[in-house]
Nanobody
Framework: QVKLVESGGGLVQAGGSLRLSCAAS????????MAWFRQVPGKDREFVAA????????VYADSVKGRFTISRDNAKNTIYLQMNNLKPEDMVVYFC???????????????????WGQGTQVSVSS
């Protein structure tokens, strides 16, 4: 059983930056493709970014491409989401997810991920 704990959320001004972290425990970290999703209340979770076990392949949602960067530190069992030029529409809850079975065609699909964190809130003031 993999446990994921997000941190780093908070309040930031529009145009500012924030870095989210997700620490994993309870599994072999390098088995897992890791991802960030986000969710507006009342809507399905939206894909943000994903990274393969050794970082060689990353994918992003068009809405964050060029502004957000996903990375991982396998020695620390942690992934990160560096968010720059934040916009009011980025003000949602961000979730970390893990999967050992996701394939390239499903990296953006919520149902492909088996383990989830509890989420961290990002608030953007305009």
């Amino acid at each position: 059983q993999v446990k994921l704990v997000e941190s780093g959320g908070g309040l930031v001004q529009a145009g500012g930056s924030l870095r989210l972290s997700c620490a994993a425990s309870g599994g072999t970290f390098t088995r897992y493709t890791m991802a960030w999703f986000r969710q507006v209340p009342g809507k399905d979770r939206e894909f943000v970014a994903a990274i393969r076990p050794f970082g060689g392949n990353t994918v992003y949602a068009d809405s964050v491409k060029g502004r957000f960067t996903i990375s991982r530190d396998n020695a620390k069992n942690t992934i990160y989401l560096q968010m720059n030029n934040l916009k009011p529409e980025d003000m949602v809850v961000y979730f970390c997810a893990a999967s050992s079975t996701v394939i390239s065609s499903t990296m953006r699909t919520m149902s492909a991920y088996h383990y989830w964190g509890q989420g961290t809130q990002v608030s953007v003031s305009s």
